[in-house]
């Protein structure tokens, strides 16, 4: 015989059993729920603002990605993720801002035209040689602009910067071989003579299209109080190397709305190998392709 008490206790435990059971069984269902209403409220939010669904791929949560969207891959989605290296000077790292299509793309377009880089004349604003720009480069041509792969790139840069494709001067691609090197310089203008066309140089986006070179890397000396590489040598503030794809968006003018002399940077020397960049200079006003610049 079961006495009475132990009957009562055991048919209270199979109650909280049950109970339990039920209760983790609809917790899971729950759990579940956000997921489903996220996706059904954006689905009827698309249908209600008349937008276009793109159901290729599903995200967690049921969100759609725009799988099909040109303006989508044009930008990347999905694959950059800017990162603010620093706010004073203001620099933004953005990794695979080219696909390796793009990279191979820009170093074919330029490879013909390569021609020793020259720098800005800070008093007369003309395009001269300099012992501390030893590098080859081209800017792309008005007809190069028209590629469709270029004029994405343009668009991107125009998009991750926020500076109009008008601004912007045409693209620069640049090849450094072994012992090359920008010295430290600022890329606003301290002359008035290039402010003709276009205004002041607002900010720089620097694309890597190799990795396959030893040092090169960009050195920001007021970007950091840590140390850092540059071309061999460990110094201090900010550097960063060069990666096939990424970029570094750089700022020239500060949020004062001056030009910025915490940008001061330079490329560092290559110690091995071959690097090749892409730089895109944007003004504060439309720059018309009439002339070449440095
Ligand atoms: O090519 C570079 O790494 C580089 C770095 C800094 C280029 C420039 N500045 C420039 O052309 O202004
Ligand atoms: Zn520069």
Wanted: some cysteine.
């Amino acid at each position: 015989m079961v006495p009475i008490t132990m009957k009562f206790v055991f048919g209270l435990l199979s109650f909280a059993t049950v109970g339990l059971i039920i209760g983790s069984i609809s917790q899971l269902a729950l759990l579940r729920q956000p997921e489903d209403s996220l996706g059904k409220n954006l689905h009827s939010y698309y249908v209600a603002m008349g937008l276009r669904i793109f159901e290729d791929v599903k995200l967690p949560f049921g969100i759609p990605f725009r799988k099909n969207d040109k303006e989508a891959e044009i930008l990347r989605l999905r694959y950059i993720k800017p990162e603010v290296l620093s706010w004073s000077p203001r620099i933004i790292l953005l990794r695979n801002f080219l696909s390796m299509e793009e990279c191979e793309y820009l170093k074919a377009l330029g490879y013909p035209g390569l021609q020793s880089s020259r720098v800005i004349d800070g008093k007369t604003g003309k395009s001269v040689d300099s012992k501390g720009r030893t590098s080859s480069g081209m800017f792309l041509s008005s007809k190069d602009r028209l590629h469709p792969m270029v004029q994405e790139i343009e668009r991107r840069i125009s998009i991750y910067a926020q500076v109009p494709v008008e601004n912007g001067e045409p693209l620069q691609i640049l090849r450094y071989e072994e012992n090359q090197f920008y010295e430290t310089h600022f890329d606003y203008f301290t002359d008035t003579h290039n402010f003709k066309n276009g205004g002041q140089r607002i900010a720089t986006m620097l694309m890597y299209l190799s990795d396959d070179a030893e040092g090169g890397e960009t050195y920001f000396p007021k970007g950091g109080s840590g140390e850092c590489n540059c071309g061999g040598k460990i110094v201090e503030g900010l550097s960063v190397k060069p990666i096939k794809g990424n970029a570094v968006l750089f700022w020239s003018m500060g949020l004062s709305g001056q030009s910025d002399r915490n940008s001061v940077h330079k490329a560092c020397e290559v110690l091995s190998g071959t690097k090749w960049s892409a730089v895109k200079w944007m003004r504060q006003r439309a720059f018309h392709q009439v002339q070449r610049v440095i």
